[in-house]
């Protein structure tokens, strides 16, 4: 018996007169318990004709290196952050907020040369729908400069250079480059 002989069947049910009602609903609920166990079978008969569109090939990432922030309460990496930073968290401690200063360092050239400090300030009043943002200082002697300042996404360093320093790769889709000064967006939407 299949669901569709049922459909004469069942609409005589319906029609019985309400005296008969527990019994009608009895036969119809013996009757749908049958079509039951039919029904995934049935199911499984099935053929699905359409085809998926196929996926958009995707350009394959550059290789690099993540850039890992983490926490370093007392050490060398957070005083130096906390200098650079100091007028944000001055403002920060104007409104009662005290942010978590996460930090880290790598080299942006070969043979581990201009060490690079990479910043972030992470509190509720500091940071938005976008994340965090963080920033990255290069050393230069005793100074240090802001090279890439308050930009948001995960951070990896790439192979690839520009005039000496590696470029680096912010959110998987925005690469920057050394002009000799500063890094650059190649994007131009930061």
Not at 21 to 42: E, I
Not at 108 to 123: D, I, R, T
Request: positive net charge.
């Amino acid at each position: 018996m299949t669901p569709f002989s049922l459909k004469p069947a069942l609409a005589g049910l319906l029609r019985v007169s309400s005296h008969a009602a527990p019994t009608a609903l009895a036969l119809g609920g013996l009757l749908l318990a049958c079509t039951l166990p039919a029904a995934p079978a049935l199911a499984r008969k099935a053929t699905h004709r359409a085809k998926a569109p196929a996926a958009a090939p995707q350009a394959p990432r550059p290789a690099g290196h993540p850039v890992v922030l983490t926490a370093h309460p007392g050490s060398g990496l957070e005083a130096v952050a906390r200098s650079l930073s100091a007028d944000e968290l001055k403002e920060a401690a104007r409104h009662h907020d005290h942010p978590i200063i996460l930090t880290a360092s790598a080299p942006l050239a070969p043979g581990h040369k201009n060490m690079a400090l990479f910043v972030q300030l992470q509190s509720a009043g500091m940071c938005g729908s976008a994340g965090c943002a963080t920033s990255v200082f290069l050393r230069h002697g005793k100074k240090w400069d802001n090279v890439i300042d308050s930009v948001n996404g995960g951070m990896s360093i790439l192979p690839t250079r520009h005039q000496g320093l590696y470029d680096i790769l912010i959110d998987n889709d925005d690469k920057w480059i050394w002009n000799g000064k500063t890094y650059q967006d190649t994007l131009g939407g930061h």
